[in-house]
């Protein structure tokens, strides 16, 4: 039996605006788990959305889609046996995470949303609460099997000499490397120098009648929102940064903040409008400027560090924890984290430029110069870099890659788990399917359990 879920959160953007047009169709009843139901709507929905990601899908596939949403259903009748429940708070933060993303798309723009789905912002989340619950619940169940489920090194051993020679993996050159930041500080002279060019700004915004929009598309240096006259759309209580959120939610509708500083620079900021705990604000940024001599005082700090690491007065897991200023490396002993598998380890071809080219030549242990680089929020910092491990291209072999041969073999065990579980269940629960997918030998293990079928 092969288990693949295809979670209703990845169908929330296309099925919410499908899903509204199809109000004069007659829907059908496919298959019935329990007291749950899969509708002929629910198969188009899925089609339709791979269709749009996969331009088709295979023959049996509306076959394997009633499989997987049996078994899905399956999960979710034996979490209702068992009162697993998800909170009220837990299941509106999935649905506002969903609402926002959708906004995000459409630059915050609430009008838009609603003529694009006919509906209200509240009523769309209502309209996909049970949704959006039954799946929390399900994935619930579903942890709740495999949560006790581990290999041993000689399970990860058996797994591995299963595997046919000529169908083992082919791993690229690898690294693991970590680093030490800091973040150049901007010296009071240009500090001042900021404040000074803004509080001007608002003078002749608020005193002068200078156009806000105009002001903020001519000296804002958020280009993101200078180009639209320095709107920020609608955005919710936690999603700007501390200084910021507080000044813009003390406002009234249309009233002018304070000069406010943030780790960004200075902000000066109007509300437009509040609903609840959304704002519609603009704001007009001024950063000041990183000099030449404040990167160099930084990179005279890393030179010594570095000096400390290669002579061992210092080791770089202290240095990490005394200097770095990059919080999530810092939490990871400095490692640098893959944003793509959640590991330490990067294939060559996946490091940034500046990266690449700083390890290239570097022996395992060896420390960088200080790099310059820009962070993912957009500042200006620098970093000396240790190469951790380097792995030449290679066939996977335990010895080299037995953390990855260990999480799939992690992965094997918890879907037999998750199999065993679902075989288990099948001739205790009341399981239904519709004439229509009989021919389906996909569905031959649900539908020997049932008596009658759905006509």
Aim: one cysteine or more; proline letters at 4%.
């Amino acid at each position: 039996m092969k288990i693949i879920f295809l979670p209703l959160t990845a169908l929330f953007l296309f099925t919410a605006n499908l899903s509204f047009g199809q109000t004069g169709l007659v829907d059908k009843v496919i298959a019935v788990v329990g007291d749950k139901i899969i509708l002929h709507s629910d198969i188009e929905e899925q089609v339709q959305f791979l269709e749009a990601q996969e331009g088709s899908i295979p023959e049996n596939g509306r076959c394997l889609m009633i499989d997987q949403m049996i078994t899905q259903k399956l999960f979710l009748v034996q979490a209702n046996i068992d009162s697993l429940v998800v909170s009220e708070e837990e299941v509106e933060g999935q649905l506002n995470a969903r609402i926002d993303q959708i906004l995000r798309y459409m630059d915050g723009n609430v009008e838009q949303f609603e003529a694009y789905y006919g509906k209200s912002v509240q009523a769309v989340k209502e309209d996909f609460r049970t949704d959006i619950e039954d799946q929390m619940i399900t994935e619930r169940q579903q942890a709740s099997v495999v949560e006790n489920v581990s290999v041993t090194p000689a399970e990860v051993k058996r797994f591995f000499n299963e595997i046919p020679k000529d169908s083992l993996p082919y791993f690229n050159a690898e690294v693991e490397v970590s680093e030490v930041v800091i973040k150049p500080k901007v010296n009071d002279a240009e500090l001042k120098r900021a404040f000074d060019k803004l509080d001007k700004i608002k003078n002749e915004i608020i005193n002068d009648g200078k156009d806000f929009g105009e002001a903020a598309g001519v000296y804002s240096d958020d280009p993101g929102s200078a180009a639209k006259g320095g709107s920020l759309g609608w955005v919710k209580r936690g999603e700007l940064v501390p200084e910021f959120e507080a000044a813009a939610f003390r406002l009234e509708p249309m009233e002018y903040s304070p000069i406010v500083k943030t780790d960004y620079g200075y902000h000066f900021i109007q509300l437009i409008e509040r609903r609840g705990n959304t704002i519609n604000a603009r704001h007009i940024l001024v950063k000041p400027e990183i000099t030449f001599d404040d990167k160099d005082l930084v990179k005279a700090k890393l030179d010594t560090i570095k000096n400390l690491i290669v002579t061992d007065s210092i080791s770089f897991g202290r240095a990490v924890k005394r200097y770095s200023e990059d919080d999530q490396s810092k939490n990871n002993a400095g490692r640098l984290l893959n944003a793509q598998t959640g590991t330490s380890t990067f294939e060559v071809r996946e490091l940034t430029p500046e990266v690449y080219f700083a390890i290239e030549g570097m022996k395992v242990g060896d420390v960088s110069d200080p790099l310059e680089f820009v962070s993912p929020q957009g500042e200006t910092a620098y970093r000396i870099i240790r190469l951790d491990t380097k792995s030449d291209p290679h066939v996977a072999n335990l010895r080299d890659d037995y953390s990855k041969i260990q999480a799939a073999a992690t992965e094997q065990k918890k879907l037999k788990k998750m199999e065993s579980w679902v075989d288990e269940k099948v001739g205790s629960m009341y399981i239904n399917i519709s004439e229509d997918y009989k021919q389906c030998p996909e569905l031959d293990k649900w539908a020997n359990q049932t008596t009658t079928k759905l006509r």
